[in-house]
């Protein structure tokens, strides 16, 4: 799971949504805004609101671009009072600061899943230079003194309140990071624009001297460790906001512990409880299951600078989750049935086993309370579990409400004690078939539907279990709609249009930073223009499976590419010439060309090779704009050859359709048809095999890219998405090379299972593949029907309109990339009569000819 996600569901229930829109939170949150931020702007001042932080600056105040800033750490119950005393404290000085301004915003930025970079900072100060650095630090000590706040892991601490350095940004400028994205940036020592890294933990860049009034500091910070401990810790298992879970040795005997870590004010549940609240919390569970053989033994309490360890045995074996990979049939093109078989009684063998740990646990009448996948360990024998991660456990006599969960075991609200963990055992019975329960949060109706699946491939499954598992997860929730209310994605164009209402009825043109929901990377990307996860992508979708315009939402584009926020990236899906192509397509030209001339005024030459924020989008935009300018001719073999010789120079780290060379292959092959020129085709197919070099063979002979941690046969990054544009390039030229790796790639677009339905790391980019792909043999067309069925195992009624999850599977979502829009492209290139495709990758044409140049190039 990407706990980035779990944040952003806070605020709705049906969408990602960016924190700053939460209307409320816990109770323990508090009051909305902090006094301080009702404040006016003192006389002279200026005051603006940017994100989550509040900003005052003096009027005409020009200060350093970067240098040393100050971070001030707060609590809940603390942090007005402290921003008060920073306003009365700056305010008379002209320093310029920022604070968090109220309860809601600092409450998530503090929570357990909280970008562990952020955690703990209330505010910023940014001092002049490195004098009144020094004197900021020892006043503000003073007035601050005793105030707790959870540690900054960025920063480096001064003395032992709640102040914290680092050196970095103080002016918003960014730069392209590796990957081509537009991130924050700061000026190095030669004068380059370079990545601020937030990474969480305090480093000074190469060419700053640490100022002499801080070295005291860092030698304080370095003298606080783990040496003295009885404990040597190896290796990292997991990090959240909250702290760590290590795997060490008990160096007096030698055998194995996990230490786990907890950070004092900082990992906050919903129920406000700290890191260190939950770790006694787990202390005194283990304390009260002490003697069972289903959870850990605990062996030791400690205290090292503030942050609580407990250390327990560790527990041989692998958590539950991590045999997904290796052992579910459906992860291959064509299941055996008597792997079915076996895996449906290993399934069912561990769920008893669980079930009678559980039962175990209750026994001693303790709530878990977060179970799931990963919080069950199986024993190297795969026979017996025990379970792990005692945060959120309880007494069962206190009644106590869910307070953490994994997203696909959330219980409702109105479950308390032992229901809680029977609503988890529930959703284990769905999830060891199809672990696609993160669809629950949204509906719980849809369980009935996930237990028909099971049944259906799984048929030694017996029903009444599955039965059994639905009435508890349904409980009291209202009757989910018939399915047949809504059409199956294969009905075109009903299914067409059903989409469309949803994507129509979730529109916010009223709103400034995006216009459909969609990825929790829209709120980061500059408003949601792009065709990723912005408002392009979406109106492309429309346009070209033939909906009706949507001309307030064109509009929208048109208002809000022309006056773009700062940082707006300028690729082709990321940014701004997306919304070029887009508004280019729906007739809108002049608009395109004056957003191109914009993006040519940039820095784009800084930008990475990558089709989706980098040079071989841009140069396809180019190429496809120079119809209505010649001069645009130029740009796009300028941009040709700066690709070129960036991937002589250095492959891209990334490989595939969006960021890898394979983008760089599309743009050489589009310019080839363009002007004929053969060398184009050799430098595509020299793309090409880049990628391929970094794909691996499956047992089953299926070839997928291996990005060093997992396989990925995905359109976006995996080796789908290098088959279409072998498909392209194989349209020119023969490649007994390039025939025998699209072929090998096929399978890979016909697994039974995928986790997630979206375009881009989804089945959708599959049926998108097998709709458009030239590779020989009936596969293609047979297993088609078979991928553009399996998309209603996704599908979630929104309003009267049929929508679709994104990535994570907590929320809906209506981009390109991994919603709605996208199911809606592939579905529509499956059964649209006239040709639909991805920009730059509509259905190949047939081999006849190679097409003359261009005369205007």
């Known amino acids: 799971m990407d706990k980035r996600y779990e944040v952003f569901c806070l605020a709705d229930r049906h969408f990602y949504e960016t924190p700053e829109r939460l209307a409320a939170v816990r109770e323990q949150a508090g009051p909305q805004e902090f006094e301080p931020a009702l404040r006016p702007a003192p006389q002279g001042w200026r005051r603006s609101r940017k994100g989550d932080w509040l900003h005052l600056r003096p009027s005409g105040d020009h200060g350093p671009a970067q240098g040393w800033k100050i971070h001030v750490s707060a609590c809940l119950d603390n942090a007005e009072k402290t921003g008060a005393k920073l306003w009365d404290y700056c305010v008379p000085r002209g320093i310029p600061f920022k604070f968090v301004p109220g309860a809601r915003e600092l409450f998530l930025r503090n929570s357990k899943y909280a970008d562990r970079g952020g955690s703990g900072k209330f505010a910023t100060v940014y001092p002049r230079d490195e004098e009144q650095l ?16 959870p540690y900054i892991l960025t920063d480096l601490r001064w003395n032992d309140g709640p102040l914290y350095v680092r050196y970095g940004a103080f002016a918003p400028r960014y730069c392209a990071d590796a990957t081509g994205a537009l991130v924050p940036a700061i000026e190095d020592g030669r004068g380059r624009l370079i990545p601020d890294r937030r990474d969480p933990v305090f480093q000074v860049p190469s060419w700053v001297r640490l100022p002499a009034f801080l070295e005291p500091q860092l030698a304080a910070r370095a003298a606080t460790n783990v040496a003295d401990l009885p404990y ?18 008990d160096t007096r005997t030698g055998e194995q512990v996990v230490l786990k870590e907890a950070r004092p004010y900082a990992g906050l549940a919903a129920d406000g409880a700290d890191a260190v609240t939950r770790l006694e919390r787990e202390k005194t569970a283990l304390e009260r299951l002490d003697g069972l053989d ?16 407990l250390v327990m045995d560790f527990l041989p074996g692998r958590t539950l989750n991590a045999f997904f990979a290796e052992r579910h049939p459906l992860i291959v093109s064509r299941p055996d049935p008597g792997a079915v078989a076996d895996y449906t009684r290993w399934a069912l063998r561990l769920h008893r086993a669980v079930e009678e740990a559980v039962a175990a646990v209750h026994g001693r009448g303790v709530v878990i309370g977060d179970l799931h996948m990963f919080n069950i360990m199986v024993a190297p024998d795969e026979k017996s579990v025990a379970l792990l991660d005692f945060e959120a456990a309880a007494p069962d006599e206190d009644g106590a409400r869910q307070t953490v969960a994994h997203p696909g075991f959330v219980a409702p609200p109105d479950r308390t004690g032992f229901a809680i963990d029977r609503y988890a055992l529930a959703c284990l019975r769905l999830a060891l078939f199809l672990p696609l329960t993160t669809l629950l949060a949204i509906d719980r109706g849809k369980a009935a539907h996930l237990a028909a699946l099971v049944e259906s491939h799984f048929p030694d499954v017996p029903r009444q279990w599955l039965a059994e598992a639905v009435a508890e997860i349904e409980g009291g929730a209202p009757a989910a709609a018939p399915p047949a209310d809504l059409p199956q994605v294969a009905d075109w164009p009903r299914s067409r249009d059903a989409m469309v209402a949803a994507l129509l009825a979730s529109a916010t043109p009223e709103r400034d930073d995006r216009l459909f929901p969609g990825d929790i990377a829209q709120f980061g990307d500059g408003g949601g223009l792009g065709i ?12 070209v499976t033939g909906a009706d315009r949507y001309r307030e939402g064109e509009q929208w584009l048109l208002r809000h590419a022309a006056d773009p926020p700062r940082g707006t990236p300028l690729g082709l899906y990321d940014g701004l010439l997306g919304a070029a192509y887009v508004l280019d397509t729906l007739g809108h030209t002049d608009a395109a060309l004056e957003i191109t001339d914009r993006v040519l005024s940039e820095k784009w030459d800084r930008l990475g090779i990558g089709l989706h924020g980098g040079l071989a989008g841009a140069g396809l935009v180019l190429d496809h704009l120079a119809r209505h300018d010649a001069a645009l001719h130029q740009r796009a073999d300028d941009v040709v050859r700066l690709t070129a010789r960036r991937l002589t120079a250095a492959p891209p780290d990334r490989t595939g359709l969006l960021h890898g060379a394979t983008g760089a292959a599309l743009l050489f092959i589009r310019r080839h048809e363009r002007t004929g020129d053969p060398a184009l085709l050799e430098a595509a197919a020299t793309a090409l095999r880049t990628d391929l070099a970094r794909c691996v063979q499956r047992p089953d002979g299926t070839l997928v890219v291996d990005d060093r941690t997992r396989t990925l046969p995905y359109t976006g990054a995996g080796s789908v998405g290098i088959a279409m544009v072998l498909d392209d390039y194989l349209a020119h030229r023969d490649d007994p090379e390039f025939e025998t790796a699209r072929a090998a790639i096929l399978p890979a677009a016909c697994s039974r299972f995928y986790a997630q339905p979206g375009l881009f790391r989804g089945r959708a980019g599959m049926v998108l593949h097998l709709a458009r792909t030239t590779t020989p043999g009936e596969r293609p067309v047979a297993e088609l029907p078979v991928q553009l069925a399996a998309l209603d195992w996704y599908a979630m009624r929104h309003g009267s309109g049929l929508a679709f999850p994104g990535d994570q599977m907590m929320r809906l979502s209506h981009d390109l990339a991994t919603g709605t829009a996208g199911c809606l492209l592939a579905a529509g290139a499956a ?19 190679e097409p003359a140049p261009d005369p205007e190039s």
């Open 134 to 149: 020094h004197t900021v630090l020892r006043e503000l000590d003073e007035v601050l003194a005793g105030e707790p706040g």
């Open 232 to 249: 040597r810790i190896e290796r990292a298992l997991h990090f959240s906001n909250g702290g760590g879970v290590y795997a060490g040795t």
């Open 294 to 309: 289903v959870v850990p033994t605990m062996r030791d309490w400690l205290d090292i600078g503030g942050h609580r360890f």
């Open 532 to 543: 990723a996860h912005g408002a392009a992508g979406v109106l492309y979708a429309l346009a």
């Open 831 to 849: 059964l649209h009569p006239e040709p639909v495709g991805l920009p730059f990758l509509p259905p190949p044409r047939p081999r006849d000819h």
